[in-house]
């Protein structure tokens, strides 16, 4: 079930083509902003995909590391043509091109990793990233925390960079956090068992985090959902517990895991509220950030789905009562 779908994505997707197209010509190769030579796929290769390709497979080879920090602002420039090329190509393409730049840096010039990883964030990690992917943004933060040379406050910060991003990103399991229940007791993140969790981050002075719980406490299919054991909302209050917390808690549904969780930005990513992660059996993370709205439809789908299959089912029996069911009835 997908219920992570950016409502960007389209115009996203058009903008990047539009640059993708101006990417192959010959008049962009020469781009005097550029630190690098634009590759100009050969005419005989078409399809989109392949030529974002063969244009990232190509970005770094020939570039000067050992002057690449000479203009930040020309860096930062090329940089962004590079991820705007990304969501065009397939992930090993970009995860090799982005391995090569990391590669030469480290060779030419490690001390400036951090500088690199700072402009990669801007594009990729930051509240206000053009193209917003932690799965591009990794190996840079990785590349500081693995260098020896980068040290101090510096390291530090990409070190809980590294931890947040490999505790909650796409594809990562969730760790198994201890919260602090309405009640005083302790509750254990490891603990929750069900096919779809909802773990979202809430704070009772956001307006939004209230709307959402209100729809939510709403929806026929969610309450359906939860009361059948099928989905869990896990409701977290990433500060200390309080009077203000404990009062919106219980104003939310008994079906609900509800607690406090004064570390939570320690393993988890809070860019808005509320921050909802979509979570496996597993407790692997399968979207993150997703929309209420998106929430909703999903799960209402979920239910005519599991409806229509129980009708498809009910409709294969033969008919007539089995043996059993007439004995049943005598």
Known sequence: MNIYKYAQSMRRMATIAVIATIAVSASYAAEPQLLVEMPVPPSEIVRMDQRANYI????????????IFS????????????FALTPLATADTV????????????????????????????????????????ELYLPFVKAVVDCKKVKGAER???????????SSSVGCTVPDFEFVRPDG?????????????????????????????????????????CEKGILKIVAIYPGEDSDQWRAEALDMPDTWVKGSYADADTYF????????????KQHVV?????????VLKAFQALVRSIVNSAQAADSDKPAGNTDEEQNKSE
């Open 71 to 82: 203009s930040k602002e020309r860096l930062d420039y090329t940089m962004g043509q590079f």
């Open 95 to 134: 995860h090799i091109a982005i391995n090569r730049l990391l590669t030469g840096v480290e060779k030419s010039a490690p001390k400036q990793l951090p500088e690199l990883a700072r402009i990669a964030e801007r594009w990729t990690y930051a509240d206000s990233a053009e193209y917003q992917s932690d």
């Open 156 to 166: 530090a910060r990409f070190e809980a960079q590294y931890t947040t991003l490999t």
């Open 286 to 294: 399968q979207a993150k950030d997703v929309k209420p709205d998106n």
């Open 269 to 280: 990513a809070m860019p808005t509220m509320p921050m909802l992660y979509y979570i496996d």
């Open 56 to 67: 990232l497979d190509n970005f770094w080879k020939n570039c000067n590391f050992k002057s």
């Open 185 to 225: 007791s302790i509750g254990h993140f490891g603990e929750v068992d069900a096919p779809h969790i909802l773990l979202m981050f809430f704070d009772p002075d956001c307006a939004d985090c209230r709307l959402a719980k209100a729809r939510f406490s709403a929806d026929y299919a969610i309450n359906w959902l």
